[in-house]
Nanobody, 119 residues
Framework: QVQLVESGGELVQAGGSLRLSCAAS????????MGWFRRSPGKEREFVAE????????SHADSVKGRFTISPDNAKNTVYLQMDSLKPEDTAVYYC????????????WGQGTQVTVSL
């Protein structure tokens, strides 16, 4: 079983930056993909970014490409989401997720961390 704990969400002004962290535990994640998703009020959950555990395969949603960067830190068993040039529309609860390389759907989820971007 994989446990995921997010942190780093807070209130920030538009144009600012935040770094979210996702600490993973429970088993080796060598063959896992780690992802970030978000859910805004009244909207469905959407994909933000994902990375293979070694960082060799990385993908970002078009809405955040060039502003957000996902990166794994194997030594700390942690995945980061660096968010720059934040916009009010980035306001959401951000969730960390994990799936093995053999799964097509994410099966492990954290509790989420709130990011609020003000004008």
């Amino acid at each position: 079983q994989v446990q995921l704990v997010e942190s780093g969400g807070e209130l920030v002004q538009a144009g600012g930056s935040l770094r979210l962290s996702c600490a993973a535990s429970g088993r080796t994640l060598r063959n896992y993909f780690m992802g970030w998703f978000r859910r805004s009020p009244g909207k469905e959950r959407e994909f933000v970014a994902e990375t293979s555990w070694n960082g060799a395969i990385v993908s970002h949603a078009d809405s955040v490409k060039g502003r957000f960067t996902i990166s794994p830190d194997n030594a700390k068993n942690t995945v980061y989401l660096q968010m720059d040039s934040l916009k009010p529309e980035d306001t959401a609860v951000y969730y960390c997720a994990a799936r093995s390389r053999y799964e097509s759907e994410y099966s492990h989820w954290g509790q989420g961390t709130q990011v609020t971007v003000s004008l």
